[in-house]
Protein backbone atom coordinates (compact mmCIF):
# COMPACT_ATOMS: atom_id res chain seq x y z
CA UNK A 1 0.00 0.00 0.00
CA UNK A 2 1.51 3.57 -1.09
CA UNK A 3 0.89 6.88 -0.16
CA UNK A 4 -0.90 7.66 -3.14
CA UNK A 5 -3.29 4.67 -3.43
CA UNK A 6 -4.57 5.09 0.44
CA UNK A 7 -4.85 8.76 -0.07
CA UNK A 8 -6.80 8.56 -2.96
CA UNK A 9 -8.95 5.74 -1.36
CA UNK A 10 -12.79 6.00 -0.66
CA UNK A 11 -13.97 3.50 2.47
CA UNK A 12 -17.20 4.44 2.31
CA UNK A 13 -17.45 2.84 -1.18
CA UNK A 14 -16.85 -0.68 0.60
CA UNK A 15 -19.40 0.04 3.18
CA UNK A 16 -21.84 1.06 0.51
CA UNK A 17 -20.94 -2.26 -1.76
CA UNK A 18 -21.67 -4.02 1.38
CA UNK A 19 -24.81 -2.24 1.84
CA UNK A 20 -25.70 -3.89 -1.71
CA UNK A 21 -24.45 -7.58 -0.66
CA UNK A 22 -26.83 -7.06 2.45
CA UNK A 23 -29.83 -6.10 0.72
CA UNK A 24 -29.34 -9.37 -1.70
CA UNK A 25 -28.78 -11.42 1.60
CA UNK A 26 -32.62 -10.00 2.41
CA UNK A 27 -33.96 -10.94 -0.74
CA UNK A 28 -32.75 -14.23 -0.79
CA UNK A 29 -34.41 -14.73 2.97
CA UNK A 30 -37.55 -13.33 2.02
CA UNK A 31 -37.34 -16.06 -1.64
CA UNK A 32 -36.44 -18.62 1.00
CA UNK A 33 -39.66 -18.19 2.87
CA UNK A 34 -41.74 -17.26 0.22
CA UNK A 35 -40.76 -20.65 -1.10
CA UNK A 36 -40.97 -23.04 1.95
CA UNK A 37 -43.98 -21.53 3.49
CA UNK A 38 -46.32 -20.18 0.68
CA UNK A 39 -45.50 -21.84 -2.48
CA UNK A 40 -44.58 -25.22 -1.02
CA UNK A 41 -47.29 -25.14 1.10
CA UNK A 42 -49.41 -24.47 -1.65
CA UNK A 43 -48.64 -27.85 -3.93
CA UNK A 44 -48.39 -29.84 -0.54
CA UNK A 45 -52.31 -29.28 0.13
CA UNK A 46 -53.43 -28.71 -3.66
CA UNK A 47 -51.29 -31.21 -5.79
CA UNK A 48 -51.44 -34.68 -5.39
CA UNK A 49 -49.05 -37.10 -7.51
CA UNK A 50 -45.51 -38.73 -8.58
CA UNK A 51 -45.00 -35.12 -10.19
CA UNK A 52 -46.00 -32.97 -7.26
CA UNK A 53 -43.84 -34.62 -4.87
CA UNK A 54 -40.98 -34.00 -7.39
CA UNK A 55 -41.59 -30.63 -7.86
CA UNK A 56 -41.82 -30.17 -3.77
CA UNK A 57 -38.77 -32.29 -3.61
CA UNK A 58 -37.18 -29.56 -6.06
CA UNK A 59 -38.24 -26.82 -4.31
CA UNK A 60 -36.75 -27.70 -1.21
CA UNK A 61 -33.40 -27.77 -2.85
CA UNK A 62 -34.06 -24.38 -4.36
CA UNK A 63 -34.58 -22.41 -0.91
CA UNK A 64 -31.74 -24.29 0.99
CA UNK A 65 -30.03 -22.37 -1.85
CA UNK A 66 -31.44 -19.40 -1.23
CA UNK A 67 -30.97 -19.63 2.65
CA UNK A 68 -26.80 -20.41 1.34
CA UNK A 69 -26.97 -17.63 -0.67
CA UNK A 70 -28.23 -15.36 2.38
CA UNK A 71 -25.67 -16.69 4.90
CA UNK A 72 -23.19 -16.28 2.60
CA UNK A 73 -24.10 -12.30 1.32
CA UNK A 74 -24.32 -11.83 4.97
CA UNK A 75 -20.99 -13.17 5.63
CA UNK A 76 -19.50 -10.81 2.58
CA UNK A 77 -21.24 -7.45 4.09
CA UNK A 78 -20.01 -8.13 7.22
CA UNK A 79 -16.53 -8.51 5.63
CA UNK A 80 -16.83 -5.49 4.13
CA UNK A 81 -18.03 -3.06 6.42
CA UNK A 82 -14.62 -4.28 8.38
CA UNK A 83 -12.45 -3.91 5.38
CA UNK A 84 -13.86 -0.26 5.31
CA UNK A 85 -13.80 -0.06 9.01
CA UNK A 86 -10.07 -0.86 9.12
CA UNK A 87 -8.96 0.99 5.71
CA UNK A 88 -10.82 4.16 7.63
CA UNK A 89 -8.86 4.15 10.26
CA UNK A 90 -5.82 4.30 8.55
CA UNK A 91 -7.15 6.90 6.37
CA UNK A 92 -8.06 9.19 9.03
CA UNK A 93 -4.40 8.51 10.49
CA UNK A 94 -3.38 9.50 6.89
CA UNK A 95 -5.16 12.34 6.98
CA UNK A 96 -4.46 13.67 10.05
CA UNK A 97 -0.48 13.62 9.05
CA UNK A 98 -1.48 15.46 5.85
CA UNK A 99 -3.11 17.82 7.93
CA UNK A 100 -0.67 18.23 10.65
CA UNK A 101 2.36 18.50 7.91
CA UNK A 102 0.13 21.27 5.84
CA UNK A 103 -0.15 23.52 9.14
CA UNK A 104 3.22 23.26 9.97
CA UNK A 105 4.71 23.99 6.18
CA UNK A 106 6.20 20.46 6.05
CA UNK A 107 6.34 19.04 2.45
CA UNK A 108 5.47 15.30 2.15
CA UNK A 109 6.79 13.32 -0.63
CA UNK A 110 5.61 10.30 -2.31
CA UNK A 111 7.22 7.84 -0.12
CA UNK A 112 5.65 8.85 2.60
CA UNK A 113 8.66 10.90 3.75
CA UNK A 114 8.53 14.24 5.58
CA UNK A 115 10.90 16.97 4.64
CA UNK A 116 11.30 19.77 6.87
CA UNK A 117 12.81 23.82 6.62
CA UNK A 118 15.50 25.54 8.39
CA UNK A 119 14.58 26.94 11.72
CA UNK A 120 15.47 26.99 15.26
CA UNK A 121 18.16 29.59 17.00
CA UNK A 122 21.03 30.53 15.66
CA UNK A 123 24.15 28.36 16.73
CA UNK A 124 27.56 29.37 17.74
CA UNK A 125 28.40 29.27 14.80
CA UNK A 126 25.69 31.98 13.65
CA UNK A 127 23.49 30.03 11.12
CA UNK A 128 20.13 28.82 11.74
CA UNK A 129 19.88 24.53 11.97
CA UNK A 130 19.10 23.87 8.86
CA UNK A 131 16.21 21.22 7.58
CA UNK A 132 15.90 17.73 6.41
CA UNK A 133 14.06 14.77 5.41
CA UNK A 134 12.94 11.91 7.58
CA UNK A 135 11.25 8.52 7.07
CA UNK A 136 8.32 6.77 9.05
CA UNK A 137 9.61 4.46 11.77
CA UNK A 138 6.85 1.97 12.93
CA UNK A 139 9.09 -0.17 14.96
CA UNK A 140 8.87 0.10 18.72
CA UNK A 141 12.78 0.95 19.78
CA UNK A 142 13.03 2.46 16.01
CA UNK A 143 10.49 4.92 16.37
CA UNK A 144 11.86 5.80 20.02
CA UNK A 145 15.09 6.40 18.63
CA UNK A 146 14.18 8.51 16.23
CA UNK A 147 11.79 10.65 18.45
CA UNK A 148 14.80 10.82 20.73
CA UNK A 149 17.12 12.13 17.24
CA UNK A 150 14.91 14.32 16.78
CA UNK A 151 14.51 16.11 20.03
CA UNK A 152 18.19 16.83 20.31
CA UNK A 153 17.74 18.37 17.23
CA UNK A 154 17.38 22.36 17.56
CA UNK A 155 15.20 22.59 14.49
CA UNK A 156 12.08 22.35 16.34
CA UNK A 157 10.61 21.51 12.47
CA UNK A 158 12.47 17.71 12.82
CA UNK A 159 10.12 16.70 15.81
CA UNK A 160 6.93 17.17 13.95
CA UNK A 161 8.38 16.01 10.66
CA UNK A 162 9.15 13.07 12.17
CA UNK A 163 5.62 12.81 13.91
CA UNK A 164 4.17 13.00 11.02
CA UNK A 165 6.58 10.51 8.91
CA UNK A 166 5.61 7.87 11.69
CA UNK A 167 1.75 8.74 11.61
CA UNK A 168 2.09 8.22 8.09
CA UNK A 169 3.88 5.04 8.11
CA UNK A 170 1.79 3.65 10.73
CA UNK A 171 -1.47 4.36 8.33
CA UNK A 172 0.27 2.54 5.18
CA UNK A 173 1.03 -0.39 7.52
CA UNK A 174 -2.06 -0.54 8.96
CA UNK A 175 -3.51 -0.28 5.21
CA UNK A 176 -1.69 -3.03 3.79
CA UNK A 177 -2.01 -5.30 6.54
CA UNK A 178 -5.64 -5.06 6.40
CA UNK A 179 -5.72 -5.30 2.62
CA UNK A 180 -3.09 -8.39 2.64
CA UNK A 181 -5.88 -9.87 5.54
CA UNK A 182 -9.32 -9.32 4.05
CA UNK A 183 -8.12 -9.89 0.28
CA UNK A 184 -7.64 -13.55 0.73
CA UNK A 185 -10.84 -13.54 3.13
CA UNK A 186 -13.16 -12.03 0.55
CA UNK A 187 -12.10 -14.45 -2.15
CA UNK A 188 -13.21 -17.62 -0.07
CA UNK A 189 -16.48 -16.17 0.36
CA UNK A 190 -17.51 -17.90 -3.25
CA UNK A 191 -19.51 -21.00 -3.64
CA UNK A 192 -19.31 -23.56 -5.87
CA UNK A 193 -19.82 -23.66 -9.83
CA UNK A 194 -23.23 -25.60 -9.79
CA UNK A 195 -26.42 -25.24 -8.90
CA UNK A 196 -26.26 -27.72 -5.58
CA UNK A 197 -26.05 -26.13 -2.11
CA UNK A 198 -24.12 -29.75 -0.59
CA UNK A 199 -22.65 -30.45 2.55
CA UNK A 200 -19.43 -29.20 1.88
CA UNK A 201 -20.83 -25.76 0.96
CA UNK A 202 -22.49 -25.64 4.35
CA UNK A 203 -19.22 -26.54 6.02
CA UNK A 204 -17.36 -24.21 4.47
CA UNK A 205 -19.59 -21.49 5.23
CA UNK A 206 -19.11 -22.51 9.11
CA UNK A 207 -15.00 -22.28 8.00
CA UNK A 208 -16.13 -18.69 6.34
CA UNK A 209 -17.87 -17.55 9.58
CA UNK A 210 -14.78 -18.47 11.59
CA UNK A 211 -12.46 -16.67 9.55
CA UNK A 212 -14.26 -13.30 8.89
CA UNK A 213 -14.77 -13.26 13.03
CA UNK A 214 -11.50 -13.70 13.43
CA UNK A 215 -10.10 -11.42 10.94
CA UNK A 216 -13.23 -8.79 11.82
CA UNK A 217 -12.26 -8.79 15.42
CA UNK A 218 -11.78 -4.83 15.45
CA UNK A 219 -14.83 -4.22 13.29
CA UNK A 220 -16.80 -5.97 15.64
CA UNK A 221 -15.42 -5.68 18.76
CA UNK A 222 -16.36 -1.65 18.12
CA UNK A 223 -20.22 -2.91 17.59
CA UNK A 224 -22.72 -2.58 20.71
CA UNK A 225 -22.58 -5.70 22.78
CA UNK A 226 -25.14 -7.59 24.02
CA UNK A 227 -25.46 -6.75 28.27
CA UNK A 228 -23.50 -8.70 30.03
CA UNK A 229 -25.94 -11.37 31.80
CA UNK A 230 -29.15 -8.91 30.70
CA UNK A 231 -32.41 -9.36 31.04
CA UNK A 232 -34.81 -10.18 28.01
CA UNK A 233 -36.01 -6.55 28.15
CA UNK A 234 -32.05 -5.48 27.68
CA UNK A 235 -31.65 -7.74 25.04
CA UNK A 236 -34.42 -6.55 22.93
CA UNK A 237 -33.44 -2.70 23.94
CA UNK A 238 -29.52 -3.86 22.67
CA UNK A 239 -31.40 -5.17 19.12
CA UNK A 240 -33.66 -2.85 18.87
CA UNK A 241 -30.68 0.04 19.05
CA UNK A 242 -28.99 -1.71 16.14
CA UNK A 243 -28.59 -0.66 12.72
CA UNK A 244 -29.28 -2.85 9.88
CA UNK A 245 -25.47 -2.92 9.26
CA UNK A 246 -24.68 -3.85 12.87
CA UNK A 247 -27.64 -6.65 12.54
CA UNK A 248 -26.34 -8.47 9.66
CA UNK A 249 -22.81 -8.28 11.36
CA UNK A 250 -24.19 -9.61 14.05
CA UNK A 251 -26.30 -12.69 12.50
CA UNK A 252 -23.72 -13.55 10.22
CA UNK A 253 -20.98 -13.07 12.28
CA UNK A 254 -22.47 -14.69 15.73
CA UNK A 255 -25.68 -16.41 14.90
CA UNK A 256 -25.12 -18.94 17.98
CA UNK A 257 -25.19 -15.91 20.17
CA UNK A 258 -28.29 -14.09 18.30
CA UNK A 259 -29.98 -17.42 18.31
CA UNK A 260 -30.05 -17.10 22.48
CA UNK A 261 -30.95 -14.22 23.27
CA UNK A 262 -34.33 -13.88 25.12
CA UNK A 263 -36.40 -11.11 24.38
CA UNK A 264 -35.29 -10.91 20.41
CA UNK A 265 -38.18 -11.21 17.96
CA UNK A 266 -38.71 -14.61 17.07
CA UNK A 267 -38.13 -14.27 13.42
CA UNK A 268 -34.72 -13.34 14.65
CA UNK A 269 -34.01 -15.77 16.94
CA UNK A 270 -35.65 -18.60 14.17
CA UNK A 271 -33.26 -17.05 11.30
CA UNK A 272 -29.87 -17.36 13.00
CA UNK A 273 -30.42 -20.76 14.78
CA UNK A 274 -31.43 -22.23 11.45
CA UNK A 275 -27.81 -20.67 10.24
CA UNK A 276 -26.25 -22.33 13.26
CA UNK A 277 -28.78 -25.44 12.37
CA UNK A 278 -27.46 -25.87 8.67
CA UNK A 279 -23.91 -24.99 8.98
CA UNK A 280 -23.65 -27.55 12.26
CA UNK A 281 -25.94 -30.79 10.20
CA UNK A 282 -23.14 -30.39 6.97
CA UNK A 283 -20.13 -30.60 9.27
CA UNK A 284 -21.62 -33.41 11.50
CA UNK A 285 -22.92 -35.49 8.23
CA UNK A 286 -19.24 -34.84 6.37
CA UNK A 287 -17.71 -36.14 9.73
CA UNK A 288 -19.87 -38.82 9.88
CA UNK A 289 -19.08 -39.57 6.25
CA UNK A 290 -15.10 -40.01 6.53
CA UNK A 291 -15.65 -42.34 9.35
CA UNK A 292 -15.76 -46.02 7.98
CA UNK A 293 -18.56 -48.24 7.89
CA UNK A 294 -18.81 -50.86 10.59
CA UNK A 295 -17.41 -53.76 9.00
CA UNK A 296 -20.08 -56.10 8.01
CA UNK A 297 -18.93 -59.07 9.92
CA UNK A 298 -19.61 -57.91 13.43
CA UNK A 299 -20.60 -61.32 14.81
CA UNK A 300 -18.90 -64.94 14.89
CA UNK A 301 -18.97 -68.22 16.68
CA UNK A 302 -16.07 -69.82 19.15
CA UNK A 303 -16.26 -72.17 21.09
CA UNK A 304 -15.89 -72.02 24.33
CA UNK A 305 -15.59 -76.16 26.23
CA UNK A 306 -19.02 -77.96 24.97
CA UNK A 307 -21.30 -74.79 23.62
CA UNK A 308 -20.84 -72.14 20.98
CA UNK A 309 -20.72 -68.45 21.84
CA UNK A 310 -21.95 -65.80 19.79
CA UNK A 311 -18.74 -62.71 19.95
CA UNK A 312 -17.49 -59.80 18.34
CA UNK A 313 -15.30 -60.03 15.99
CA UNK A 314 -11.91 -59.01 15.91
CA UNK A 315 -12.28 -56.79 12.57
CA UNK A 316 -15.40 -55.39 14.47
CA UNK A 317 -13.88 -54.84 17.79
CA UNK A 318 -11.07 -52.89 16.44
CA UNK A 319 -13.47 -50.83 14.04
CA UNK A 320 -15.32 -50.32 17.68
CA UNK A 321 -12.37 -49.11 19.63
CA UNK A 322 -11.82 -46.46 17.12
CA UNK A 323 -14.73 -45.08 15.67
CA UNK A 324 -17.62 -46.49 17.82
CA UNK A 325 -18.69 -44.10 20.42
CA UNK A 326 -18.41 -40.93 17.58
CA UNK A 327 -20.21 -42.83 14.85
CA UNK A 328 -23.16 -43.77 17.47
CA UNK A 329 -22.86 -40.46 18.71
CA UNK A 330 -22.87 -38.69 15.15
CA UNK A 331 -25.73 -40.53 13.76
CA UNK A 332 -27.81 -39.85 17.10
CA UNK A 333 -27.55 -36.51 16.84
CA UNK A 334 -28.42 -36.45 13.29
CA UNK A 335 -31.42 -38.81 13.45
CA UNK A 336 -32.75 -35.87 16.29
CA UNK A 337 -32.02 -33.30 13.33
CA UNK A 338 -33.47 -34.94 10.95
CA UNK A 339 -36.59 -34.86 13.50
CA UNK A 340 -36.51 -31.08 13.12
CA UNK A 341 -35.57 -30.73 9.69
CA UNK A 342 -38.87 -33.26 9.09
CA UNK A 343 -40.98 -30.70 10.80
CA UNK A 344 -39.68 -27.81 9.09
CA UNK A 345 -40.84 -29.88 5.65
CA UNK A 346 -44.51 -30.60 6.91
CA UNK A 347 -45.56 -26.69 7.24
CA UNK A 348 -48.91 -26.28 5.68
CA UNK A 349 -49.35 -29.73 6.02
CA UNK A 350 -53.22 -30.24 7.65
CA UNK A 351 -53.10 -26.81 8.50
CA UNK A 352 -49.38 -26.55 10.28
CA UNK A 353 -48.31 -22.86 10.38
CA UNK A 354 -44.32 -21.97 9.82
CA UNK A 355 -41.95 -23.70 12.16
CA UNK A 356 -39.79 -20.88 14.03
CA UNK A 357 -36.47 -22.65 15.29
CA UNK A 358 -35.98 -20.50 18.97
CA UNK A 359 -33.05 -22.48 20.04
CA UNK A 360 -30.83 -25.03 19.31
CA UNK A 361 -27.52 -26.44 20.30
CA UNK A 362 -26.50 -30.17 19.58
CA UNK A 363 -24.16 -30.03 22.55
CA UNK A 364 -26.08 -28.15 24.64
CA UNK A 365 -25.99 -28.90 28.38
CA UNK A 366 -25.89 -32.57 27.78
CA UNK A 367 -28.88 -33.95 25.63
CA UNK A 368 -28.81 -31.40 23.02
CA UNK A 369 -31.23 -28.05 23.62
CA UNK A 370 -33.93 -27.83 20.68
CA UNK A 371 -36.99 -25.03 21.22
CA UNK A 372 -39.54 -25.36 18.28
CA UNK A 373 -42.78 -23.29 17.96
CA UNK A 374 -45.62 -24.24 15.43
CA UNK A 375 -47.09 -20.48 14.64
CA UNK A 376 -44.92 -16.97 15.49
CA UNK A 377 -45.40 -17.04 19.69
CA UNK A 378 -44.65 -12.87 19.06
CA UNK A 379 -47.99 -12.33 17.27
CA UNK A 380 -50.04 -15.37 18.48
CA UNK A 381 -53.73 -14.88 21.14
CA UNK A 382 -52.56 -17.87 22.55
CA UNK A 383 -49.58 -19.30 23.47
CA UNK A 384 -48.65 -22.89 24.68
CA UNK A 385 -44.58 -24.08 26.31
CA UNK A 386 -44.72 -27.52 26.42
CA UNK A 387 -41.87 -29.07 28.77
CA UNK A 388 -40.78 -32.57 28.20
CA UNK A 389 -39.63 -34.67 30.76
CA UNK A 390 -37.42 -38.48 31.67
CA UNK A 391 -35.70 -39.50 28.59
CA UNK A 392 -36.27 -36.34 26.40
CA UNK A 393 -33.32 -35.28 24.46
CA UNK A 394 -32.34 -34.24 20.78
CA UNK A 395 -31.78 -37.69 19.26
CA UNK A 396 -35.87 -38.48 20.97
CA UNK A 397 -37.54 -35.26 19.71
CA UNK A 398 -39.39 -36.22 17.38
CA UNK A 399 -39.46 -40.37 17.91
CA UNK A 400 -42.80 -41.64 17.62
CA UNK A 401 -43.75 -39.55 15.16
CA UNK A 402 -47.33 -37.53 16.88
CA UNK A 403 -46.72 -39.24 19.84
CA UNK A 404 -42.98 -37.33 19.85
CA UNK A 405 -42.71 -34.31 21.72
CA UNK A 406 -42.68 -32.21 18.65
CA UNK A 407 -45.58 -33.97 17.88
CA UNK A 408 -47.23 -33.57 21.00
CA UNK A 409 -46.81 -29.75 20.45
CA UNK A 410 -48.39 -29.77 16.64
CA UNK A 411 -51.53 -31.69 18.38
CA UNK A 412 -51.69 -28.85 21.16
CA UNK A 413 -51.81 -26.16 18.29
CA UNK A 414 -54.07 -28.57 15.96
CA UNK A 415 -56.77 -29.07 19.14
CA UNK A 416 -56.35 -25.26 20.34
CA UNK A 417 -56.84 -23.77 17.02
CA UNK A 418 -59.96 -25.99 16.67
CA UNK A 419 -60.92 -24.18 19.88
CA UNK A 420 -60.50 -20.83 18.84
CA UNK A 421 -61.39 -19.99 15.22
CA UNK A 422 -60.22 -16.50 14.58
CA UNK A 423 -57.34 -16.62 17.12
CA UNK A 424 -53.70 -17.69 16.32
CA UNK A 425 -52.16 -19.89 18.58
CA UNK A 426 -48.55 -21.31 18.54
CA UNK A 427 -47.31 -23.95 20.60
CA UNK A 428 -43.58 -24.15 22.28
CA UNK A 429 -41.60 -27.68 22.73
CA UNK A 430 -39.03 -26.31 25.25
CA UNK A 431 -36.08 -28.67 25.66
CA UNK A 432 -33.22 -25.93 27.07
CA UNK A 433 -32.69 -28.39 30.06
CA UNK A 434 -30.80 -31.56 30.93
CA UNK A 435 -33.21 -34.00 31.77
CA UNK A 436 -32.85 -37.03 33.24
CA UNK A 437 -31.78 -39.77 31.71
CA UNK A 438 -33.40 -42.36 34.47
CA UNK A 439 -36.04 -43.00 36.42
CA UNK A 440 -33.75 -43.83 39.36
CA UNK A 441 -31.68 -42.29 40.46
CA UNK A 442 -31.67 -39.13 37.92
CA UNK A 443 -36.02 -38.06 37.84
CA UNK A 444 -35.65 -38.67 42.16
CA UNK A 445 -33.14 -35.74 41.92
CA UNK A 446 -34.69 -32.35 41.87
CA UNK A 447 -31.21 -30.81 40.81
CA UNK A 448 -32.11 -31.19 37.04
CA UNK A 449 -34.83 -28.92 37.84
CA UNK A 450 -33.29 -26.18 39.74
CA UNK A 451 -31.30 -25.89 36.62
CA UNK A 452 -33.49 -25.81 34.38
CA UNK A 453 -36.24 -24.19 35.68
CA UNK A 454 -34.74 -20.27 36.04
CA UNK A 455 -33.67 -20.85 32.00
CA UNK A 456 -37.01 -21.57 31.38
CA UNK A 457 -38.58 -18.41 33.71
CA UNK A 458 -36.09 -16.62 31.16
CA UNK A 459 -37.56 -17.61 27.91
CA UNK A 460 -41.10 -17.11 29.42
CA UNK A 461 -40.06 -13.28 30.47
CA UNK A 462 -38.40 -13.33 26.30
CA UNK A 463 -41.78 -14.56 25.05
CA UNK A 464 -43.36 -12.11 27.14
CA UNK A 465 -40.89 -9.30 25.59
CA UNK A 466 -40.57 -10.10 22.02
CA UNK A 467 -44.59 -10.34 22.09
CA UNK A 468 -45.42 -6.54 23.27
CA UNK A 469 -42.51 -5.24 21.47
CA UNK A 470 -44.17 -6.88 18.24
CA UNK A 471 -47.69 -7.05 19.05
CA UNK A 472 -47.97 -4.39 21.65
CA UNK A 473 -49.54 -6.34 24.02
CA UNK A 474 -49.53 -9.53 26.01
CA UNK A 475 -50.38 -13.66 24.79
CA UNK A 476 -52.53 -15.58 26.86
CA UNK A 477 -49.63 -17.79 27.46
CA UNK A 478 -49.93 -21.79 29.15
CA UNK A 479 -47.23 -23.86 30.22
CA UNK A 480 -47.38 -27.30 30.37
CA UNK A 481 -45.28 -29.50 32.24
CA UNK A 482 -44.88 -33.62 31.86
CA UNK A 483 -43.70 -35.98 34.35
CA UNK A 484 -40.34 -34.50 35.55
CA UNK A 485 -40.90 -31.24 33.02
CA UNK A 486 -43.55 -30.39 35.53
CA UNK A 487 -40.78 -30.71 38.03
CA UNK A 488 -38.92 -27.77 36.05
CA UNK A 489 -42.08 -25.74 35.20
CA UNK A 490 -42.64 -25.81 39.10
CA UNK A 491 -38.92 -24.43 39.71
CA UNK A 492 -39.33 -22.00 37.21
CA UNK A 493 -43.04 -20.70 38.58
CA UNK A 494 -41.23 -19.62 41.82
CA UNK A 495 -38.49 -18.20 40.32
CA UNK A 496 -39.79 -14.80 39.76
CA UNK A 497 -39.02 -11.65 42.06
CA UNK A 498 -41.75 -9.44 43.13
CA UNK A 499 -40.52 -6.81 40.05
CA UNK A 500 -40.57 -9.32 37.91
CA UNK A 501 -44.14 -9.26 35.44
CA UNK A 502 -46.12 -12.39 35.15
CA UNK A 503 -45.53 -13.96 32.28
CA UNK A 504 -47.54 -16.44 32.58
CA UNK A 505 -51.54 -17.37 32.42
CA UNK A 506 -52.03 -20.51 33.49
CA UNK A 507 -50.48 -23.80 34.63
CA UNK A 508 -51.12 -27.02 33.28
CA UNK A 509 -49.18 -30.45 34.76
CA UNK A 510 -49.73 -33.86 33.81
CA UNK A 511 -48.10 -37.24 35.43
CA UNK A 512 -46.44 -34.85 37.30
CA UNK A 513 -44.30 -36.35 40.16
CA UNK A 514 -44.37 -32.83 42.11
CA UNK A 515 -43.72 -29.01 41.68
CA UNK A 516 -41.56 -28.52 44.80
CA UNK A 517 -44.22 -26.63 46.30
CA UNK A 518 -46.86 -27.62 48.18
CA UNK A 519 -50.12 -25.34 47.37
CA UNK A 520 -51.00 -24.29 43.86
CA UNK A 521 -51.16 -20.41 45.41
CA UNK A 522 -47.21 -20.53 45.54
CA UNK A 523 -47.17 -20.90 41.64
CA UNK A 524 -47.77 -16.96 40.87
CA UNK A 525 -50.97 -17.50 38.49
CA UNK A 526 -53.49 -18.08 41.52
CA UNK A 527 -54.65 -21.43 42.58
CA UNK A 528 -57.37 -20.96 39.84
CA UNK A 529 -55.42 -21.30 37.03
CA UNK A 530 -53.60 -24.45 37.97
CA UNK A 531 -54.35 -27.44 36.31
CA UNK A 532 -53.29 -30.85 36.50
CA UNK A 533 -54.66 -34.61 35.90
CA UNK A 534 -53.11 -38.23 36.39
CA UNK A 535 -53.87 -41.51 34.74
CA UNK A 536 -53.28 -45.59 35.27
CA UNK A 537 -51.18 -47.41 37.07
CA UNK A 538 -48.20 -46.19 35.08
CA UNK A 539 -48.69 -42.75 36.06
CA UNK A 540 -49.66 -43.49 39.91
CA UNK A 541 -46.10 -45.32 39.80
CA UNK A 542 -44.36 -41.67 38.57
CA UNK A 543 -46.80 -39.67 40.82
CA UNK A 544 -46.30 -41.48 43.65
CA UNK A 545 -42.88 -42.13 43.52
CA UNK A 546 -42.14 -38.85 43.14
CA UNK A 547 -44.14 -37.85 46.00
CA UNK A 548 -42.09 -40.43 48.34
CA UNK A 549 -38.58 -38.53 46.90
CA UNK A 550 -39.47 -35.12 47.95
CA UNK A 551 -40.07 -33.40 44.38
CA UNK A 552 -43.42 -32.07 45.76
CA UNK A 553 -42.75 -29.68 49.00
CA UNK A 554 -44.70 -31.98 51.97
CA UNK A 555 -45.45 -35.16 50.37
CA UNK A 556 -47.87 -33.27 48.33
CA UNK A 557 -48.19 -33.13 44.16
CA UNK A 558 -50.40 -31.17 41.82
CA UNK A 559 -53.11 -34.14 41.53
CA UNK A 560 -53.61 -34.10 45.74
CA UNK A 561 -57.07 -32.40 46.34
CA UNK A 562 -54.66 -30.40 49.17
CA UNK A 563 -52.50 -28.91 46.46
CA UNK A 564 -55.49 -26.69 45.52
CA UNK A 565 -55.90 -26.43 42.09
CA UNK A 566 -58.10 -27.47 39.29
CA UNK A 567 -57.96 -31.40 38.94
CA UNK A 568 -58.94 -32.08 35.33
CA UNK A 569 -60.65 -35.49 33.94
CA UNK A 570 -57.91 -37.31 32.22
CA UNK A 571 -58.59 -40.63 29.58
CA UNK A 572 -54.91 -41.18 29.33
CA UNK A 573 -54.29 -45.12 28.62
CA UNK A 574 -50.71 -44.64 30.27
CA UNK A 575 -48.10 -41.98 32.00
CA UNK A 576 -47.49 -40.58 28.04
CA UNK A 577 -51.43 -40.70 27.21
CA UNK A 578 -52.48 -37.13 27.68
CA UNK A 579 -51.87 -36.10 23.88
CA UNK A 580 -53.81 -39.23 22.46
CA UNK A 581 -56.23 -38.49 19.55
CA UNK A 582 -59.60 -37.31 19.91
CA UNK A 583 -59.16 -37.79 24.40
CA UNK A 584 -60.47 -35.60 26.82
CA UNK A 585 -57.03 -34.85 28.17
CA UNK A 586 -55.83 -33.15 25.00
CA UNK A 587 -59.33 -31.53 24.80
CA UNK A 588 -58.99 -30.46 28.53
CA UNK A 589 -55.57 -28.96 28.01
CA UNK A 590 -56.80 -27.10 24.80
CA UNK A 591 -60.06 -25.52 26.61
CA UNK A 592 -57.00 -23.85 29.23
CA UNK A 593 -54.67 -23.00 26.18
CA UNK A 594 -57.41 -20.80 24.48
CA UNK A 595 -59.16 -19.71 28.09
CA UNK A 596 -62.07 -21.58 27.21
CA UNK A 597 -62.34 -22.63 31.04
CA UNK A 598 -65.73 -23.54 30.90
CA UNK A 599 -65.14 -26.34 28.40
CA UNK A 600 -62.70 -28.26 31.36
CA UNK A 601 -63.97 -30.90 32.60
CA UNK A 602 -63.21 -31.56 36.29
CA UNK A 603 -63.01 -34.03 38.67
Not at 32 to 42: E, F, L, P, Y
Not at 500 to 505: H, K
Not at 518 to 527: T, V, Y
Amino acid sequence: MDLATLKALKPTEYSEAADGYRSTSDMASTAKDRIDNQISVAMRNHLKGEAATAAVKQLKKLGQNFHYIQAQCGLVSTALEAFSYEMEAAKRKLDTALGNARAANLTVNSDGSVTYPPGGEKGEDGKIPGGGTVSGLTGGTASAVGRQAANFDPNPHHRLAQDCADLIATALKEAAEADGKWAPKLRALKADDDLTVSDADWADTSSDTKGVTEAGRKYLDSLPQPPKDGSPKENAEWWKELSAEKRTAWMSANPKTVGELNGLPSTIRDEANRIVFDETRAQLQMELDSIPKPPANEWTWITAGPYLSKVHTDEWMDWHREYGDRYTQLNQTLKGMGYIQDRFDRTGVGGLPEAYLLGFDPKGLDDGKVIIANGNPDTADHVAVYVPGTYAGLEKIGEGGDHGDIGRGEKLWAESSKLSPGQSVSTITWLDYNAPDSIVPQATNGKYAEEGGPRLYEFLQGNREAHESASGNTAHTTVIGHSYGSTVVGVSAQSASWSDPEAVDDYIFAGSPGVQADRAADLGAGANHVWAMGGPWDDQFVRQGGRLMGLGDNLTIPTDESFGGNIMKSDSGGHSGFWDDESQSLRNQAAVITGKYHRVELE
